[in-house]
Nanobody, 118 residues
């Protein structure tokens, strides 16, 4: 079955950086769009970014600060997060499939928590 396991979260100061990873198994990773979504405390799920093998898309709130990438040989999805802000505090999930500002794919793993605070 599909398994997605996120890692790399933690506590970081505003302006800092983190790199999240998501290891996928149970499906042909290279054949699918993949996405990152997040859920801030007390809020709903928010689409962050998606990638296929040729294209990346980002929510306006993270554009220019976050970079999504993938390594199909390692079945791994990444999210490099720079210039972090307090409003980036959330649990971050990876998801199989693409997304947009109008469609948030369903998370597939337990998530990894990111806290941006001084």
């Amino acid at each position: 079955q599909v398994q997605l396991v996120e890692s790399g979260g933690g506590l970081v100061q505003p302006g800092g950086s983190l790199r999240l990873s998501c290891v996928a198994s149970g499906f042909t990773f290279s054949a699918y769009w993949m996405s990152w979504v997040r859920q801030a405390p007390g809020k709903g799920l928010e689409w962050v970014s998606s990638i296929d093998n040729n294209m990346t898309t980002y929510a306006d709130s993270v554009k220019g600060r976050f970079t999504i990438s993938r390594d199909n040989a390692k079945n791994t999805l990444y999210l490099q997060m720079n210039s972090l802000k307090s409003e980036d505090t959330a649990v971050y999930y990876c998801a199989k499939g693409g997304g947009s500002s109008r469609r948030t794919p369903r998370p597939g793993g337990p998530g990894t928590e990111v806290t941006v605070s001084s």
